[in-house]
C-alpha cells in the first residue's frame, strides 16, 4: 500500500485530493496548519506548518502532493519558496512530488514562445499568481535532484464543478476538447493527479489535464 502526504490537505483542492487517494486505498496523512483538521476521517492529520516541516517529517510516504496555494499580493512568492523548501527536504530521496499547476504558463503555440499568461485577453487580475506559478515552475525544471511532477489544469477550473470522472490529457500546450473548452472541476482533477500516482507518466515533467 502506498503511503501518500497532501501538504495544505484542508483546502479545496487538498481535500479532494485526500479524498481521492483514499478512496485508492491508499495510506493518507494531511498535513495542515495549527487548528485546521483533514475532513476525511480515514485519513491521518499532522498539524505542522509547510515551512517547518523536515526530511524526518516525510521520508516514510511514497509521494508527497503539495496542494499549496496563495491569492495576496503579500504571499504570492510563497509559491516559490515553499516548493523550494520541499524539493530540499526531498532532494536525492526516491519520494516522488506532485504539485498542484496552473493553466497560465502553458504555451500557445508549437515553438513554445508564448505562455497564456501573456496573450491578450488574459486578465491582468490572474497575471501575478501566474507569472509566480510559472516562476516556480521554471524552478522546478532545474531539480533534477528530485522526482517532481507539475500538473497544469484546464483554464477555467472549477471549484465546486461536477465530477464526472472522465478527463483528456495534454502536455505543456493549452488546449481544449470536443466542446472547444478548457475546463475541469477539482474533482476530475484530483482523480488525474491520483493516476499519476499508479501509472507515473510524467517524472520530471509538467502535463495538463482538462475535461472531457
Not at 509559491?79 to 497560465?104: E, F, P, Q, W, Y
Request: hydrophobic share 40%.
Amino acid at each position: 500500500m502506498k503511503k501518500v502526504a497532501v501538504i495544505c490537505a484542508a483546502g479545496k483542492q487538498g481535500t479532494l485530493l485526500v479524498d481521492e487517494a483514499v478512496s485508492r486505498g491508499y495510506d493518507v496523512t494531511g498535513f495542515v496548519r495549527e487548528g485546521k483538521k483533514v475532513a476525511n476521517p480515514k485519513a491521518k492529520t499532522v498539524e505542522k506548518d509547510l515551512f517547518s516541516l523536515t526530511y524526518e517529517d516525510l521520508k516514510d510516504f511514497d509521494v508527497v502532493i503539495d496542494a499549496f496555494g496563495a491569492w495576496t499580493e503579500e504571499t504570492l512568492p510563497l509559491h516559490r519558496t515553499s516548493l523550494k523548501h520541499l524539493c530540499d527536504i526531498l532532494s536525492g530521496s526516491n519520494i516522488r512530488l506532485l504539485v498542484v499547476g496552473g493553466a497560465g504558463s502553458l504555451y500557445v503555440n508549437k515553438e513554445h514562445a508564448m505562455q497564456v499568461k501573456d496573450t491578450p485577453g488574459f486578465p491582468d487580475i490572474y497575471k501575478p499568481l501566474a507569472n509566480m506559478q510559472g516562476a516556480a515552475l521554471d524552478d522546478l525544471r532545474k531539480r533534477s535532484d528530485v522526482k517532481w511532477t507539475f500538473l497544469s489544469p484546464a483554464g477555467d477550473f472549477v471549484a465546486d464543478g461536477e465530477r464526472t470522472g472522465e478527463y483528456l490529457l495534454g502536455g505543456e500546450e493549452y488546449f481544449v476538447n470536443s466542446k472547444g473548452e478548457s475546463r475541469i472541476s477539482y474533482s476530475d482533477y484530483a482523480i488525474a493527479m491520483i493516476d499519476e500516482i499508479e501509472n507515473c507518466n510524467n517524472v520530471q515533467k509538467r502535463f495538463s489535464v482538462i475535461g472531457k
